[in-house]
Nanobody, 124 residues
Framework: QVQLVESGGGLVQAGGSLTLSCTAS????????MGWFRQAPGKEREFVGS????????IYADFAEGRFTISREYGKSTASLRMNSLKPEDTAVYYC?????????????????WGQGTQVTVSS
């Protein structure tokens, strides 16, 4: 069983930045895409962004484009999500996910492993 562990969440003021990290318990995701999703209170979980197995091919949700950056090291089962210019509406639990293949899209069924989530709270 693969476990994904997120870290780096917390409380930040609007306009601030946070970097979330995700580490897999086993090196099974080195050839798979990794992604980030989020779920705000009372809302469904939504796609934030994903990155291909080799650190390329990053795609983002519209709200994340230009503010968030996903990165990973080639051949490793770790990924980061750098979030800049945070807004109160970015408040959510952020989840790391491991893709089913080398490239994963925006759909949740493209991912087979999920972390427990880390809370990000942006105050106004």
């Amino acid at each position: 069983q693969v476990q994904l562990v997120e870290s780096g969440g917390g409380l930040v003021q609007a306009g601030g930045s946070l970097t979330l990290s995700c580490t897999a318990s086993r090196r099974v995701l080195s050839n798979n895409a990794m992604g980030w999703f989020r779920q705000a209170p009372g809302k469904e979980r939504e796609f934030v962004g994903s990155i291909a197995w080799n650190g390329g091919g990053a795609i983002y949700a519209d709200f994340a484009e230009g503010r968030f950056t996903i990165s990973r090291e080639y051949g490793k089962s770790t990924a980061s999500l750098r979030m800049n210019s945070l807004k109160p509406e970015d408040t959510a639990v952020y989840y790391c996910a491991g893709g089913r293949s080398s490239y994963a899209g925006r759909r949740q069924d493209g991912y087979q492993y999920w972390g427990q989530g880390t809370q990000v709270t942006v105050s106004s």
